[in-house]
């Protein structure tokens, strides 16, 4: 199985490179980030208490997320393959994906890690804010995303690095750009 998982910090471009992955490679996406959206939407009880963590910037608890994420992951199956899509955001996370996929006999083939300098992020964040209305989309909630991701999701990076799995992709130019370095990479890893 081709499991992905896609990094980066807020408005890397996980969705929009997430969204060509599957198109080309046909995988199942699974994305955090817009699961719990749905849920607040809905209104939900995990919605609820999701929306009081998210319009403040922060990342929703751990056994929340993972619990949640694990009835997703027993609800679907696709033999080719998952992208994990802003899932795991902490250690705890990652180390509660790797039990998952362990006792479904597969695991993590490749994290793509997308960079993209501060200012850029901030910059692309605003403009979808503008267009979308997300409410974790304004400028002091983006700075609390990024100080969250600094202090809690980019330790992920030295975690996949030393398993030899994490492929640093730049994140900067068109999308269809930078699409194609993670195709180079997927290819080569399913050659
Ligand atoms: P997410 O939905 O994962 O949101 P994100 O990190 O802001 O977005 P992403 O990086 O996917 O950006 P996109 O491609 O859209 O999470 C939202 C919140 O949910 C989190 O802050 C957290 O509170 C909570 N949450 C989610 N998962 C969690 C977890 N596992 N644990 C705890 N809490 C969790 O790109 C952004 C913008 O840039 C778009 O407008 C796009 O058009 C533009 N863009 C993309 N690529 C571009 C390019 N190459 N050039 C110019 N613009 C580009």
């Given at each position: ?42 209104r ?20 929340l ?5 694990a ?16 899932f ?21 083939v ?9 200012q ?18 304004n ?10 991701y ?13 398993k ?28």
């Open positions: 199985m081709l499991n992905i998982v896609i990094f980066g910090a807020p408005g890397s471009g996980k969705g929009t490179q997430s969204e060509l992955i599957i198109e080309k490679y046909g995988l199942h996406h699974i994305s955090t980030g817009e699961i719990l959206r749905d849920e607040i939407e809905k939900t009880t995990l919605g609820l208490i999701a929306d009081e963590y998210i319009s403040q910037g922060q990342l929703v608890p751990d056994q997320i993972i619990d949640m994420f009835d997703i992951l027993d609800r679907t199956s696709n033999g080719k393959g998952y992208i994990f899509d802003g795991p955001r902490t250690i705890s996370q990652a180390e509660a994906l790797d039990q998952m996929l362990r006792e479904r006999n597969t695991s993590v490749a994290v793509f890690s997308l960079s993209v300098e501060e850029e992020l901030i910059h692309r964040l605003l403009k979808r804010g503008e267009e979308s209305g997300r409410s974790d989309d400028l002091e909630t983006i700075q609390n995303r990024l100080d969250v600094r202090a809690q999701t980019e330790p992920l990076k030295e975690y996949y690095k030393k030899g799995k994490l492929f640093k992709i730049k994140g900067i130019g068109s999308v269809e750009d930078i699409f194609e370095g993670i195709m180079d990479t997927i290819d080569r890893l399913i050659k």
